[in-house]
């Protein structure tokens, strides 16, 4: 058994352990959920380590803790670090790249620390390590190997991901302002949304939300058209990877539900559909061009959830307030007793929709802190601000 670190967009790490729990991948036997700033700790093979690449929606990549050590000085780390089994991920001659980060320990010089840990790369694997920086632009990424100094105590990980989770492999056009595809399955999860109702996004862009509830509410691996970091690690077993492709596969089901979204940017709605079609789910999701103001929600109740603007990349805040407003007034005239959730960096703005939220959950957006934003449609609120 592997020990395990799902690593997460602040916020996220709830929605994480669940899928995590859904997956049936051990948490820590220590107890408690695993889930700790940043990410969630858990168990599991090398099978699992491929599940969770394939299946996590709302983690950023997955890291194997290859060990930790105490060290007060460079010597002592090249020594101890060199005693681990660093022959499992790592062919000899392979480029690594080394992300290091140091609070309160003696050893405090990044750079310091990278070098001696390649160093006690190439000792274990009795050959010189180039040390190349991660870009996950690249064609094939270099291993990644993660060192975290706190106290003089370190943990060393490898990833197995490669390039960021969210790179489903499907968005290769994005309109103004675009959602990460993680996020986007984390505001899913936290709307409550039962993948089988009706789902709005009045805003959807480049339609990363849509796409992503279509992929969530059909059961298909988000994984399944991308490559990873620990298909190059020497133990690589192409016939259990091949399985567990086949159980996703075997896994997927019909949408049960209606899953429609719009946009006032034709260029937006062409460049949703081109990515929808990417992904698979272009028939699961019915695409319409229009304003906000113009949105026709169907009979019953359902879910909004939506990525509006807000200000900070597309437009002054001051030009958003009727817009808000707008998206207000046809959530309480059209949607009654549904449940709305957005996402915006402004209690003003928000305020101006006029719905009571139950829930103000605090979250990044491209390095920007935002709220998602969450009522149930029908209780005014007099509170602007």
């Known amino acids: 058994m592997y020990r395990l670190f799902a690593v997460t967009l602040p916020g996220l790490e709830e929605f994480t352990r669940q899928e995590l729990a859904g997956l049936n991948l051990v948490l820590p036997a220590q107890g ?11 168990e599991g093979s ?66 310091g620390v990278a070098e001696r840990v390649a160093g006690a790369i190439s000792d274990r694997l009795r050959k010189p390590v180039e040390q190349v920086k991660f870009n996950e632009e690249a064609g094939q990424v270099p291993q990644l190997v993660t060192v975290r100094f706190v106290d003089d105590h370190a943990v060393i990980s490898v990833d197995s991901s490669g390039p960021l989770l969210h790179r489903r492999g499907y968005r290769l056009e994005t309109a103004k302002a675009p959602l990460r595809e993680t996020l986007a399955a984390g505001l899913l999860f936290a709307s409550g949304w039962d993948q089988a109702g009706t789902l709005i996004d009045p805003f959807c862009g480049s339609g990363t939300i849509p796409i992503e509830a279509a992929l969530l509410a059909r059961r298909i691996a988000p994984g399944k058209n991308r490559s990873f970091t620990f298909m190059q690690w020497p133990n690589f077993n192409p ?11 075997a896994a997927e089901i019909p949408l ?71 998206f207000g007034n046809v959530l309480l ?6 449940k709305a959730g957005f996402l915006c960096n402004s209690d003003y703005l928000a305020g101006h929709t006029r719905i009571k939220f139950d829930e103000k959950r605090v979250l990044i957006n491209g390095g920007i802190p935002v709220r998602f934003y969450l009522g149930r449609v029908g209780l005014a609120s007099s509170k602007k601000g």
């Open 32 to 42: 408690g959920d695993g889930a700790e700033p940043g990410g969630v700790e858990f």
């Open 46 to 111: 090398l099978a699992d380590i491929y599940r969770a690449n394939l299946h996590l929606r709302t983690a950023n990549r997955v890291l194997a803790r290859l060990g930790e050590l105490d060290a007060l000085s460079f010597a002592e780390l090249r020594k101890k670090a060199s005693r681990l089994p660093w022959e499992e991920f790592i062919r000899p001659g392979q480029p690594v790249a080394l992300r290091v980060t140091c609070h309160h320990s003696r050893l405090y010089h990044s750079e």
């Open 239 to 249: 016939a259990l990877w091949q399985a567990q492709l086949d159980a996703a596969a």
């Open 256 to 326: 049960a539900g209606a899953i429609l979204a719009s946009d006032r940017d034709a260029g937006a709605i062409q460049i949703s559909q081109a990515n929808a079609a990417r992904a698979g789910v272009a028939a699961d999701i019915h695409f319409t061009c229009c304003a906000v103001s113009a949105v026709q929600p169907p009979q019953g109740t359902g879910w909004v959830v939506t990525n509006p603007p807000y200000g900070v990349r597309v437009s002054p805040a001051a030009e958003l307030r009727n817009l808000y407003a707008q």
């Open 333 to 338: 005239k059209l949607c009654t007793g549904w």
